[in-house]
């Protein structure tokens, strides 16, 4: 079935070092891939998205690329800081445009001051 | 816009209690979600509404699980009877089209 893997479960980084998390999926027909960072006791919340039609995308430390020959996309956080420290998940649509999101597991970020 | 409310946000119950738990979702999104989070299995979506009715409950675990939308406005999930293993943290979350989730705070539920 659809699938999507997140790579690594847990990163930790000094503050002002570079942060990336890496996601591949199995749908050939996804063409939305979100990002979402939750904190602690809270719900996750959208932070960027891509969409098949392009090849990156950044906002501001932020920024998403995707290489759909080889299925996977990635979150690059430049200059973290400690307020970066969340839950990271990637997610793809699956069952095409009007389809639902299929979630990583995962990427506990922590931001070391 | 609140987002998406539920309630209760800590749930602490007795193994063979029914638990129901709320959700509020956005106004004007039409579709609804039910997931639940577990550190061994991350976000796993349990059922889903459009138009307020259920599309796709495959991920209900079992017979003890029921979900319902008998409004725009108001779902339920309900466990009847609750067990331990069913301690996580439940999400609702509503959209209006594939790019626009937005989830609730969550509940933490505990079953002893």
């Known amino acids: 079935g659809e699938n999507v893997e997140q790579h690594p479960s847990t990163l930790s980084v000094q503050e002002g070092d570079s942060a990336v998390i890496k996601c591949t999926y199995s749908d050939s027909a996804s063409n939305y891939f979100p990002w979402y960072k939750q904190e602690l006791g809270k719900g996750p919340q959208l932070i960027i998205d891509i969409r098949s039609n392009v090849g990156e995308k950044k906002d501001q430390r932020i920024a998403v690329t995707l290489n759909k020959t080889a299925k996977h996309f990635s979150l690059h956080i430049t200059e973290t800081q400690p307020e970066d420290s969340a839950v990271y998940f990637c997610?793809?649509?699956?069952?095409?445009?009007?389809?639902?999101?299929?979630f990583g597991k995962g990427t506990k970020l922590s931001v070391k001051p | 816009d609140a987002g998406v409310i539920q309630s209760p946000r800590h749930e602490v119950t007795e193994m063979g209690q029914e638990v129901t738990l709320r959700c509020k979702p956005i106004s004007g999104h039409n579709s609804l979600f039910w997931y639940r989070q577990t550190m061994m299995r991350g976000l796993e979506l349990l059922i889903y509404?459009?138009?307020?009715?259920?599309?796709?409950d495959s991920g209900m675990p079992e017979d003890r699980f029921s979900a319902k939308m008998p409004n725009a406005s108001f779902s339920t999930l309900k466990i009847q009877p609750s067990e331990p293993r069913d301690s996580a943290v439940y999400f609702c979350?509503?959209?209006?089209?594939?790019?626009?989730?937005?989830f609730g705070s969550g509940t933490r539920l505990t079953v002893v």
């Open positions: 979350a509503s959209r209006t089209e594939v790019w626009g989730y937005t």
């Open positions: 997610a793809a649509n699956y069952g095409g445009s009007q389809g639902n999101l299929i």
């Open positions: 509404f459009n138009n307020n009715v259920p599309i796709d």
